[in-house]
């Protein structure tokens, strides 16, 4: 053998990919773990098993995931396994699976997670927004692409509930090529090269959105606003953009004409055809949106009747240009006219957020999805074009992942929307002081200390410090990074940024001067270290709630419903039926039980809040139409005849101002403390390039009246707040307030 072909050879096997251990399951010994694959200890310890079996099974052996009643929270079944990355990097891969489920209340994920060489997630898909409860077989599929830094992949299959779910044949393959894109350094925008940029945004929202050509709906768009920044930004005359326009648009959208402002040029030959597309809009459909999105996009044809045909949307674009895009298309049988070229296969590319150009195509696309879809510039008054530049020149000298994340935090919080968010796709480690913090009456407060947390500290001191940045400017930072419809939300979301441990000097622990309450006028240093969260554990919420039910006093029952699980709500419906008083508590995001207990307080349907998704029919949403809906509770027995109150306060969002929205509309009990969040709707998230992802609300939400929610919330009959003092005696004054009104009529 020559030692060329013995170089190929070793070349070839540095490069071949590692495949699943056992992917099939045929290896192991039956009623154990199959061979190569595992079960977490938490899992195990809460009784979960994982078996190989030869029964039931699609096809030879398989593997069996049985659950269990009411597990410890946050612990699910799991089977899985990881693996090197060798061989998939800047590669599209498929992880394929057949489930199938059995039981009541029990579904199976399947979920694929990628892991760079620092245990930070490059992805991860988990199958949440689309769940396995099918007992017959069928096949799933999760797609990734892998970045160049990918050193690890871990997959498997969860199961929640206590029924059974069989896996089988699964499969890890690679489907395409990914090619990695430069990466351009920051530098700052020229004033002419801003209003390029400014140009070339409007035009990409005007044709991606609107503009029916098959040309458009097959375009990538994503690398259409990267390679159309570059061709764009530096030309040097008006005269000179709109060539360069032309040049990137017209092989998406044939028909759109861009020119001088004022200086239109006549139309071509007519093309016409028996029928037209036009762009029908639910909201809008995003290709990386969750799988079972209420929000669609999609063309539709309509005959070309007289009439039927919309003049093209006309608009200035920028100083001294503008364009005319067809919003209506001729189509016949071969497709929409001019027909199409065939098209080249697509090209799949890795783009680094350190990419000047990725960073501006994400805000160009980021800002087009809020210009056209977003449905509360109404109610918040925000002048969002000014928003634009400001964006776009920051984003053009970010230097690091997490400086652009700031600045598309920064242009998300001008939405004033409390869903909007944007994740890094490099998130770091989520640490937090071991004691919990929160807004009290304008001071920033220790409201818990966990017993053996933090010696020297005691709840009610105040903050005045957090690493040696006075708490005024440490709160200034992070709410401009933050986007809440009301003060309470943002004080909320403001007081759980506060609270992370963030790299730098005190890595792995956080500072904090204080001033504690039993020496006001004076102050403390502390440096403690920092701990991994624990949600809904009741040593970490920031007032002392009690167990999740409990009997307050005799005949008063307390219920937290953002504790309780299903198993937890059945167990206690025959006690609260009998109750004399009952207090549910709503400070948070609640679980299902959250509107099961509604349907024991009426006797007659109530009804969710009015939900409203827009079908925009023109750019910038001048025509816009809603189109309403919503869903009932069904009354069930038994009824609870209970005097009730519910408390709040601004972390209740969503979800659970839906409930909270019932019980106010339809007077199902008081409502004891503070107003919840004031946002409410389906999120529709998608990604950017450069890896981020967005979330932001869809739809506009109504009270039952048709009435604002939005940035006004659900608002208190009983007003109740916290006191430092209150919170340093170690009281719950919110509860004792709900307490005091439940006994008043008990």
């Not at 953009?241 to 139309?267: C, E, K, N, Q, W």
């Not at 296969?345 to 957020?353: A, D, H």
């Not at 913090?437 to 200390?449: C, E, I, S, Y």
Request: neutral net charge; proline residues 9%.
């Amino acid at each position: 053998m020559s030692r060329t072909i013995l170089l190929l050879l070793l070349a070839g096997a540095a490069i071949a990919q590692v495949q699943p251990a056992n992917p099939g399951f045929e290896q192991g010994e039956l009623g154990r773990e199959p061979a190569g694959w595992f079960q977490p200890q938490a899992a195990a310890q809460a009784g979960f098993t994982v078996k190989l079996v030869d029964q039931g099974c699609r096809t030879g052996r398989c593997v069996m995931l049985t659950g269990v009643q009411n597990p410890p929270p946050n612990v699910f079944g799991n089977v899985m396994q990881t693996m090197p990355a060798t061989g998939y990097p800047l590669h599209r891969i498929r992880l394929r699976s057949a489930i199938r489920v059995e039981g009541p209340g029990t579904r199976a994920q399947m979920w694929l997670r990628l892991d760079r060489a620092d245990n930070s997630v490059a992805f991860l898909e988990n199958m949440g927004s689309r769940p396995v409860f099918a007992s017959d077989w069928k096949t799933y599929d999760v797609e990734a692409d892998v970045p160049q830094d990918v050193a690890r992949i871990a997959l498997g299959v969860m199961l929640f509930g206590p029924g059974t779910a069989w896996v089988d044949d699964l499969t890890l393959e690679i489907t395409g090529d990914i090619r990695q894109d430069r990466v351009d350094p920051p530098r700052p925008l020229t004033p002419q090269g801003l209003s390029n940029l400014t140009a070339f945004a409007r035009l990409y929202g005007y044709v991606r959105f609107f503009h029916p050509s098959d040309q458009a709906a097959r375009a990538d768009w994503e690398t259409f606003a990267v390679e159309g920044i570059r061709a764009v930004e530096d030309a040097r005359s008006t005269a000179e953009l709109i060539a360069r326009l032309r040049t990137v648009f017209t092989p998406v959208a044939p028909t759109v004409r861009i020119y001088a402002s004022g200086d239109m040029p006549p139309p071509g030959p007519a093309a016409t055809a028996p029928e037209i597309m036009r762009y029908h809009h639910n909201g809008v459909g995003l290709p990386s949106g969750v799988g079972n999105s209420i929000y669609r996009s999609t063309r539709e044809r309509l005959p070309a009747a007289d009439g039927a045909v919309r003049k093209p949307f006309t608009a200035g674009i920028a100083a001294g240009v503008a364009a005319s895009v067809p919003i209506d298309v001729y189509a016949d049988a071969g497709g929409t006219l001019p027909h199409a070229p065939p098209a080249d296969p697509p090209v799949t590319y890795e783009r680094s957020p350190a990419d000047r150009a990725t960073r501006l195509a994400a805000v160009v696309i980021l800002w087009n999805v809020m210009q056209h879809f977003y449905p509360y510039f109404d109610v918040v008054k925000t002048d969002w074009p000014a928003e634009l530049p400001k964006a776009l020149t920051a984003a053009a000298t970010d230097t690091a992942v997490y400086d652009f994340q700031a600045t598309l935090r920064r242009l998300v919080a001008a939405l004033h929307d409390g869903h909007g968010n944007v994740l890094s796709p490099r998130p770091q480690g989520s640490m937090v002081a071991p004691v919990t913090m929160d807004w009290v009456a304008g001071d920033f407060l220790v409201t818990r200390v966990p017993k053996g947390a933090a010696d020297g500290v005691a709840p009610g001191d105040r903050v005045l410090k957090i690493d040696d940045k006075p708490i005024a400017q440490a709160a200034a930072e992070v709410r401009a990074q933050i986007s809440g419809a009301t003060d309470q939300w943002i004080r909320y979301r403001s007081a759980s940024e506060l609270s992370t441990c963030h790299a730098g000097p005190h890595t792995g622990r956080i500072v904090l001067d204080l001033e504690p309450y039993a020496a006001p006028g004076t102050s403390k240093t502390v440096e403690l270290p920092c701990v991994v969260p624990r949600y809904k554990d009741m040593e970490t919420y920031t007032e002392p709630r009690p167990a999740k039910i409990t009997e307050l006093e005799p005949g008063i029952l307390y219920v937290d419903l953002d504790r309780v699980t299903e198993e937890d709500w059945q167990s206690v419906v025959p006690r609260l039926a009998s109750a004399k008083g009952i207090v549910f508590d709503m400070r948070g995001y609640p679980s299902q039980p959250g509107i099961q207990a509604l349907a024991h307080l009426t006797g007659t349907t109530v009804r969710s809040a009015r939900w409203n998704v827009a079908s925009a029919a023109l750019p910038d949403q001048l025509d816009s139409p809603y189109h309403e809906s919503g869903w009932d509770v069904q009354p069930e027995k038994p009824y609870f005849t209970a005097r009730r109150a519910f408390l709040t306060d601004g972390r209740a969002i969503s979800y659970a101002e839906t409930v909270m929205g019932i019980v106010e509309s339809f007077k199902l009990g008081a409502i004891v403390g503070e107003p919840t969040a004031g946002t409410n709707g389906n999120v529709n998230p998608f990604k950017l390039p450069g890896g981020y992802t967005v979330t932001w609300t869809g739809m506009k939400v109504l009270k039952h009246d048709g009435s604002q929610h939005h940035g006004i919330g659900i608002i208190p009959t009983v007003p109740a707040s916290r006191t430092r003092q209150g919170v340093a005696e170690g009281k719950d004054e919110i509860l004792l307030r709900g307490l005091e009104y439940v006994k008043s009529g008990a």
